[in-house]
């Protein structure tokens, strides 16, 4: 049971009522997600099951998960925009304010609000702290962020190259190179959100082969055993690029499954 299918989920919710709101494509086209040391490690509007397993990444150089938890990061044009969107949570409507949304008037505020905030959840998490390097290198980040918005090309994690970042991420701005990026702006506030890994539904379970026949342990197809649908291993391993990628192949496996099944011979006790 190595893998699931993953989704990011707020960990202030989470903690709360031991169930949480995912951030299925997370909002606003100048928002980031850095980590306690302020860096971007992953393409933002990737889709959900790809992107929240940037959490579970072993950090050789400094031996831990360095992304355990992330920073969903946004700027007030974000905040401001009326938008209704069904991907718009957890970025509240203008005027509604919600517990877990960190607000600062300036990076350096921000930082300081969102270490207090993880000092508050250190019982839950393992003690992240924001490292004392984040607020400088997150001003890099947004630097190099903006570039590339105003390019409409992201060098590091191509943000806004496939269809669904565009199609689930709302409007964008008029004049937009790249809907999915804009630069922040210079002046605060600036708000964030706290994300950790979410699981939707696990996936890992018996091996099944083409035929939808479980695998023993000598990789052999246990006679007169199928399998499909989330009980068995994942035939996508740790990919899902995107909406359907378990009923697809549930149903896929499901009718190989019962196609195969039929014309087993029959057997007599
Ligand atoms: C709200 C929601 C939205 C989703 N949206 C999407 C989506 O857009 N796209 C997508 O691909 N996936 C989506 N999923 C996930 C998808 O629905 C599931 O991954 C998929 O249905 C799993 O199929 P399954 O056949 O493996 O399991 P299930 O559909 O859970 O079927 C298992 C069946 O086994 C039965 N059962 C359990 N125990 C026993 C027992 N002891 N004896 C007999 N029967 C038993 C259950 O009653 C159930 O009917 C969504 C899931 C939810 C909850």
Partial sequence: MSHAFWKQVLVEQAVRNRHASGSWLPYGDSMVQVNKYGRRVVNEKSPYNERSQIHFHWNPSKREYSNVLMFMIWDETVASNPEEWGHRPPVPMPGETMPYVIVGATWEDLADKIDARLASLEAHTGGVRLDASFTDNLRTTIGRFNEFAISGVDVDFNRGETPIEIDWNGAGRVG????????????????????????????????????????????????????????????????????????????????LAGINAASEPIKKL
């Fill in 176 to 255: 937009s190179v790249n809907p999915t990026m804009a630069p922040f702006r210079a002046d605060g506030p600036f708000y964030c959100v706290i994300l950790g890994a979410g699981v939707l539904d696990t996936n890992g379970g018996p091996k099944i082969n083409t035929k939808a026949q479980v695998l023993g342990a000598d990789a052999q197809p246990i006679p007169g055993l199928y399998g499909a649908g989330n009980c068995i291993a994942s035939i996508n391993g740790q990919a899902y690029w995107g909406p359907g990628a378990t009923i697809g192949p549930a149903l896929t496996y499901g009718y």
